[in-house]
């Protein structure tokens, strides 16, 4: 089973970039799509994007304009940069995997991160 | 983009019942592309039912996907204590993937 370790600055003034790494273990990184959602605190879920292994990106319209993603195939990890942050981007952040059908269609997200917490305050 | 509508917004249920959890799309899911998740406290989200009605790696029979096009429906047939939970829905058919509200399941 995969598994997902995250990490990253926890606490951020306004105006900073956000910056999250995610290291995919016991499974392979190539072939699927490694996604960001983050949580608000007491909130519901919300999608950033995602990637692949050669670096194809989607990302949510309300947040492209802030948003890198890139991946080092060589580590097997995945990084998130989140440009200006606000208050608005305090939340849970979580790297997930796109799983995959034996038949080749994709299931939702079957393997999730740890969940890394980020406050943004001045 | 996909508006996904979850109802109720909670369910107050005891052990042993059935719970019926809704998802309404405000237009039609490709590929029933629909996953349902559980979400306890402090925990990430865990897949449950993935295409609509396909059940997830070590998941139990008493949870039951069902649906197509724009109306999805998860099933508990016999609530046991691990089960009261936040419930999401989520679209992965077209991009932006999105997220139902939720659905709180509590103990009556």
């Known amino acids: 089973q995969v598994q997902l370790q995250q990490w990253g600055a926890g606490l951020l003034k306004p105006s900073e970039t956000l910056s999250l790494t995610c290291a995919v273990y016991g499974g392979s990184f190539s072939g699927f799509y490694w996604n960001w959602i983050r949580q608000p605190p007491g909130k519901g879920l919300e999608w950033i994007g995602e990637i692949n292994h050669v670096g194809s990106t989607s990302y949510n319209p309300s947040l492209r304009s802030r948003i890198i993603m890139s991946v080092d195939t060589s580590k097997s990890q995945l990084s998130l940069k989140l440009r200006s942050v606000t208050a608005a981007d305090t939340a849970v952040y979580y790297c997930?995997?796109?799983?995959?059908?034996?038949?080749?269609?994709?299931?939702?997200?079957?393997?999730w991160g740890q969940g890394t917490l980020v406050t943004v305050s001045s | 983009e996909i508006v996904l509508t979850q109802f109720p917004g909670s369910l107050s249920l005891s052990p042993g019942e059935r719970a019926t959890l809704s998802c309404r799309a405000s237009?039609?899911?490709?590929?029933?592309?629909l996953a349902w998740y559980q979400q306890k406290p402090g925990q990430a989200p865990r897949l449950l039912i993935y295409?609509?009605?396909s059940r997830a790696t070590d998941i139990p029979d008493r949870f039951t996907g069902s649906g197509s096009g724009t109306d999805f429906t998860l099933t508990i047939s016999r609530l046991e204590p691990e089960d009261f939970a936040l419930y999401y829905c989520?679209?992965?058919?077209?991009?932006?993937?999105?997220f139902g509200q939720g659905t709180k399941l509590e103990v009556k």
């Open positions: 237009q039609s899911v490709p590929s029933s592309f």
């Open positions: 997930a995997k796109l799983g995959r059908t034996v038949a080749g269609t994709e299931k939702g997200f079957e393997s």
């Open positions: 295409g609509a009605s």
């Open positions: 989520q679209q992965y058919g077209r991009s932006p993937y999105t």
